[in-house]
């Protein structure tokens, strides 16, 4: 009899370890680029005015806005489009500035602070070749892409480098290099 149940413990563990699988499927399967910020002499940099960057890639999950008004950021985490062979990205650029207007008279010195709001874009086009990312019957389809050639306006952004073509999963890799001109 007990070596019966032996039989049954050992035939159900069996039947558990061959049934269960460990599919360890991502909780996100969308696909970054990644554009880390320098400065000219290349240091790293962060955002000071406030950066929004636009697609025209409209789909019903998705209405364009890829970020909102970032500042105070070093990277620049971008989902590309897996359906496209490029990418259009417009990179708009805000701030304020102000400036001391100082008005002599004969009754005396004023100073009047001017603030204004200052706006410039960017258009950026990556090309791209998807590859489709199979893990799992039970896993949901990703893309991964190698990225071919970058173009680019120069208003706010000086150059861009392409660091390394591969986008997958990977948040860690630096996929661009972007260098910023001064918004002034």
Known sequence: MKRGLTLLYMAMALMLVVGCSSIDCPLN?????????????????????????????????????????????????????????????????????????????????????????????????????????????DCNPSFFHTITDISYTKNIIDSIVINNPKVDYDSQTEHFRIYFRSLD
């Open 29 to 137: 399967n969308s696909v970054y680029s990644y554009y880390y910020l320098y400065k000219a002499d290349g240091t790293p940099d962060t955002l000071s005015d406030s950066l929004s960057i636009l697609t025209r890639r409209l789909t019903p999950e998705h209405d364009g806005v890829l970020i909102n008004q970032d500042t105070k950021v070093s990277v620049l985490q971008v989902a590309m489009s897996y359906e496209n062979p490029q990418d259009e990205l417009y990179f708009v650029m805000h701030g304020t500035r102000s400036y001391n207007d100082t008005l002599v008279t004969d009754s005396g010195t004023f100073v009047n602070t001017i603030t204004y709001r200052l706006e410039k874009m960017d258009t950026v086009v990556v090309k791209k070749s998807d590859e489709m990312h199979f893990e799992s019957a």
